[in-house]
Nanobody
Framework: QVQLVESGGGLVQTGGSLRLSCVAS????????MGWFRQAPGKEREKVAT????????FHADSVKGRFIISRDNAKNTVYLQMNNPKPEDTAVYYC?????????????WGQGTQVTVSS
């Protein structure tokens, strides 16, 4: 059974930093992709950042570019999201997701989510 387990969420102040981690178990995604999505109350889910696990190609949403960085550790089947200088509008539940393939990923596996709250 595939599981994605997020950790690292919490309360952070504007200008601070936070690092989210997501560990996958049950299968490897080394030939696929993993990423972070978020959903704030009353808003649609938004793709934040993704990474191709084999070649390291990344995507960052314009809203986080220059502040958040996605990275991966294939040996640990883990993906990270380094959140620098977060803003109150980054407050949301952050979900880790994984795809068995890349390119043209389909994110079929999802974690339970971790709450990130940014205070001004």
């Amino acid at each position: 059974q595939v599981q994605l387990v997020e950790s690292g969420g919490g309360l952070v102040q504007t200008g601070g930093s936070l690092r989210l981690s997501c560990v996958a178990s049950g299968r490897t995604f080394s030939s696929g992709a993993m990423g972070w999505f978020r959903q704030a109350p009353g808003k649609e889910r938004e793709k934040v950042a993704t990474i191709a696990m084999s070649v390291g190609v990344t995507f960052h949403a314009d809203s986080v570019k220059g502040r958040f960085i996605i990275s991966r550790d294939n040996a640990k089947n883990t993906v990270y999201l380094q959140m620098n200088n977060p803003k109150p509008e980054d407050t949301a539940v952050y979900y880790c997701a994984a795809s068995r393939r890349w390119p043209r990923p389909e994110y079929d596996y999802w974690g339970q989510g971790t709450q990130v709250t940014v205070s001004s």
